[in-house]
């Protein structure tokens, strides 16, 4: 399978995801190699742009685990550079997860003013998400995706978290 397609982002996601249930920690770095590998690729595709997002926030998730927080710390901030615009609002929940685990290290590391940015961050990413266009979210109006409202319902909800966190 080619690194640079979409497909490859998707199968190194999925492999991440895995690593996670089964709490396969000794594979972390050779995932990690091929997320940053995956995330070298110069592309303006959605479709890559989607998995290369997905990728790195399960390599976020991962190296926070395995106690990593600086890798961890480079993740969910590759993450949250990403537009997830450019696929679809509903791949905001990344960014806004990892915008909140980047304020709760922020917290734990005793900086309080970089905790609030982030989670202020979160909270823009979803209103922006929630302010995007019909098509990419909800689908159709007059026959909508079966889950394009409860995805956006999570992003209101995780920005939601941001928001108890910044008060």
Same mark, same amino acid.
């Given at each position: 399978l080619p690194l640079e397609t979409a497909d490859a982002g998707a199968a190194i996601t999925i492999l991440g995801y895995r690593l996670l249930a089964l709490d396969r920690h000794e594979q972390v770095p050779d995932l990690c190699n091929l997320v940053d590998a995956y995330s070298a690729?110069?592309?303006?595709?959605?479709?890559i742009l989607r998995w290369r997002l997905s990728a790195n926030y399960v390599a976020a998730l991962l190296t926070l685990r395995c106690a990593?927080?600086?890798r961890a710390a480079d993740?969910?901030?590759?993450?949250?550079?990403?537009? =997830? &615009?450019? !696929?679809?609002p509903l791949l905001t929940t990344k960014t806004i997860a990892a915008r909140f685990w980047r304020g709760v290290m922020h917290l734990v590391d005793g900086d309080a003013q970089a905790?609030?940015?982030s989670f202020l961050a979160g909270v823009e990413?979803?209103?922006r998400a929630l302010h995007a266009p019909d098509q990419n979210a909800i689908g159709n109006p007059?026959? =909508? &995706?079966? !889950?394009?409202?409860?995805?956006?319902?999570?992003?209101?909800?995780?920005a939601s978290q941001c928001a108890l966190a910044i008060a």
């Open positions: 690729i110069a592309s303006d595709n959605p479709h990593d927080r600086d993740y969910f901030e590759k993450v949250a550079q990403l537009d =997830p &615009l450019i !696929f679809s905790a609030r940015q990413a979803a209103r007059e026959a =909508p &995706l079966t !889950f394009g409202f409860q995805e956006l319902a999570e992003v209101a909800d995780m």
